[in-house]
């Protein structure tokens, strides 16, 4: 029987979190499957890491090389990422990562399963033309936000698109939106964060409260949005729910092995 170790890096914030449950789980389905690495099993060894220390997070993958991990995934950090990429290349070792990544060059020992923001970008340039979108609103919350559709902007789907560009934040969606409403633009995208959806869609909510006289249209963008959220959320939940409970008993499944320091 051969043994094969796995090495995985997650930041402190990401403990325990969806990320660590779909690695461990993607472990488990691989041992479970006597088709898929026949007379083979697979171990894992986990590290947790301050987000904004390289200098620990490189030593916590030399200790896990050291260990004799096979690969390394993770962790999701730009930052950190690209040291443990730099490590694993020099000794070509495996790096699976899941980020967004704008740097295009090819790395010879690394795959990320992050959608590249060229794919991105392509593909809402295939929907706003499929769709006949003339104008559109694009709301980021980070600066990074910004950078991922710049592409987008600079290149739109059709010569005469107009976009509006709003830099926005919990505090000042209401406003924003009240702003996009007064320009007659129905058409929105947003970049922010997961956690702060809910935020984005309550004000697209109150908009509605206070004016009455919206148009049908933004009445339907409003339902539309609100019904696919609750759909990603319900499956979302559900499926971390499901992963959870298979997950309870991972660690006590033979060829398992949770390492942390």
């Given amino acids: ?15 325990e979190g969806p990320t660590e449950v779909a690695f461990k789980y993607a472990i488990y389905r691989i041992n479970k499957d006597v088709h898929l690495l026949p007379n083979t099993t697979l171990l894992y060894d986990v590290q947790y890491v301050p987000r904004d220390d390289s200098f620990h997070t490189s030593k916590r993958a030399c200790e896990q ?21 730099s490590i694993c290349d020099a000794l070509d070792i495996p790096h699976l990562e899941s980020r967004l990544d704008l740097e295009p060059e090819f790395k010879e020992f690394s795959i990320n399963l992050y959608p590249s923001h060229d794919a991105v970008n392509q593909a809402f340039q295939d929907v706003m033309n499929f769709l ?10 980070e600066d990074i936000g910004l950078i991922k559709l710049q592409d987008l902007v600079k290149t739109p789907p059709k010569e005469h698109m107009e976009f509006l560009l709003r830099q926005g934040s919990p505090a000042t969606y209401r406003e924003l939106l009240k702003e996009i409403k007064n320009r007659e633009i ?3 995208i947003v970049d922010t964060k997961a956690e702060n959806m809910n935020h984005f869609l309550r004000g697209v909510s109150t908009l509605a ?12 963008g409003v339902s539309t949005l609100a019904l696919m ?17 298979m997950s309870g008993g991972m660690t006590h499944t033979s060829g398992h092995q949770t390492h942390t320091s």
């Avoid at 006949?132 to 919350?141: F, G, Q, R």
């Avoid at 959220?229 to 409970?245: E, K, N, P, Q």
Wanted: charged share 15%; proline share 1%; net charge positive.
């Fill in 209 to 220: 409260l206070m004016y009455r006289s919206l148009t049908h249209h933004f009445l339907r």
């Fill in 65 to 85: 090389i050291q260990y004799g991990v096979q690969a390394v995934f993770g962790p999701s950090d730009s930052q950190l990422a690209t040291h443990i990429q």
């Fill in 186 to 188: 129905y058409n929105v």
């Fill in 132 to 141: 006949n979108w003339t104008k559109v609103a694009i709301i980021y919350e």
């Fill in 1 to 15: 029987m051969n043994v094969l170790c796995s090495g995985a890096m997650f930041t402190e914030d990401q403990r």
């Fill in 229 to 245: 959220y609750r759909s990603i959320t319900h499956h979302f939940l559900r499926g971390v729910s499901t992963l959870a409970l």
